[in-house]
């Protein structure tokens, strides 16, 4: 990372002091984005999730507009790249208590676009690794991410493409990094992220979407119905509509349900190459 | 904090990159050390536990020797102060996979020793915010710390002095930053860490004494137990032991235990004023 390619608090800079909160307690938020053509794709749900999560720390959210100067001031030049802002809680001294002044510190990284998911659809593990019940940050893309680092090495150990994350009450939470969409008995299901998992942007997305979000359900979802699911494909705010083509070995069908799900965010304008 | 009171990778430093795991994910662990007269207190049982937590997230521990050498760099002319010690797993591209050759970064801070507790014993709030029944994590002293962050946000906005925090299934864990120790019915008891809370260097090192650790009893401690404590004391590697004199504004009696168990710390040779 250069200081050409982040921008800290508005500044070119690459790194951080070793006080910075979200070092040392995972205190603060992230969103990952696509930008294509110097346009941030699905920015209003990024910056309501963004909004949501301050509310719920207690940090004070980026001015809205300075932020999106500060996002477009990395972009020019840039086809497809994709955006990664972290939002701490600032500096502080030794202790979990937050600042009586905290001044939150905003950190964007300008990385290249990944490349486009296997057309074959992914392989999937389910993971050993559980995530607790945590309604207190449920939902929020905050820093405290072990359990997906843990997650994801497992994927990684076996090869597979992405990991099904379970809960502590052994449902379907989401991927290691993406929402989970399953077609099940005829209906397109989604898990609830009260409890577990991120309350990803692509996934409000499509179900804020008139012609697309009614068809869905959001509740629990058990290994055993996205186990006899006819679809699933996965969403994140990066790459999209991702297929799903087996999970632990066992392969899954296509459906109808990506492509709608495609056309959704194709609405939004939101395309990617390859998905 | 300047590169003078700060080491990373041995090196005198005080800022990291941003692409720092740490930051990301919090992904890492860290120890929180009292150090008087040069000397480390309790510093096998942060080793152990630095070790253990390596273990358990697969981060290669440093080098013992070279570790203690760091820290004896920033400790000539300091009578007494605190080492707080992070280790990351580096620095990383975007996403949760480990770096498939991960070169983990060790950042060693030199901070003020804190003032002596208050003689009068500490004032509890019992926390709203619930620790996740977690056995993933449990124990780990890891930098996924948001809980601790909220629940002593909670304690500061009360105007008490520590928070005693309880886990999903209602138990009490551990305060915000310590671990405690209750005489209930005459028996002297501390919470299990397997589910929540944090396997603490000063509970390790008391409940191996071989005076002291057989007379406590390690398991489950519900809330209702701990209100009829005849004694209740918080303990951790950088204040040593503290008594509590209120939970949530009931009076708590001082018995011996406390006593003991100072007793026993610094029989260990960890005394600091005031505790």
Chains 1, 2 share one sequence.
């Not at 502080?92 to 300008?110: K, N």
């Not at 076996?158 to 008995?185: H, I, K």
Request: glycine share 10%; aromatic share 4%.
């Amino acid at each position: 990372m250069t200081p050409e390619a982040c921008r800290i608090d508005g500044a070119p800079a690459a790194t951080i002091p070793v006080d910075d909160r979200g070092l040392a307690y995972g205190d603060g938020l992230f969103e990952t984005m696509r930008a294509v053509d110097g346009r941030i794709a699905l920015w209003d749900f990024h910056l309501a999730r963004l909004r949501q999560g301050c509310a719920r720390l207690g940090i004070a959210p980026p001015d809205a507009a300075w932020l999106a100067v500060e996002c477009a001031a990395l972009l020019p030049g840039q086809a497809d790249a994709v955006l990664k802002l972290l939002l701490t809680r600032g500096s502080g001294s030794r202790g979990y208590a937050p600042p009586h002044d905290p001044r939150p510190r905003r950190i964007l990284m300008r990385l290249p676009a990944p490349p486009p998911p296997c057309p074959h659809g992914l392989r999937l593990l389910t993971c050993a690794t559980r995530l607790p019940l945590d309604p207190a940050l449920a939902g929020l893309k905050h820093l405290n991410r072990l359990h997906q680092v843990m997650a994801r090495a497992e994927v990684d150990a076996a090869g597979a493409d992405e990991g099904l994350c379970l809960d502590a009450a052994g449902r379907v939470a989401c991927a290691t990094a993406a929402n989970v969409f399953a077609r099940v008995d005829g209906e397109l299901r989604t898990p609830a992220v009260e409890e577990a998992g991120v309350a990803g942007a692509c996934r409000a997305a499509l179900l804020a979407d008139p012609a697309f979000g009614p068809s869905v359900r959001v509740g629990a979802l058990s290994p055993q119905e996205i186990g006899r699911a006819s679809e699933v494909f996965l969403t994140n705010a990066v790459r999209g509509v991702m297929p799903v083509a087996s999970i632990d070995g066992r392969a899954i069908g296509t459906g109808g349900a990506a492509t709608a799900a495609r056309a959704a965010l194709s609405r939004l304008g939101f395309a990617v190459a390859g998905t």
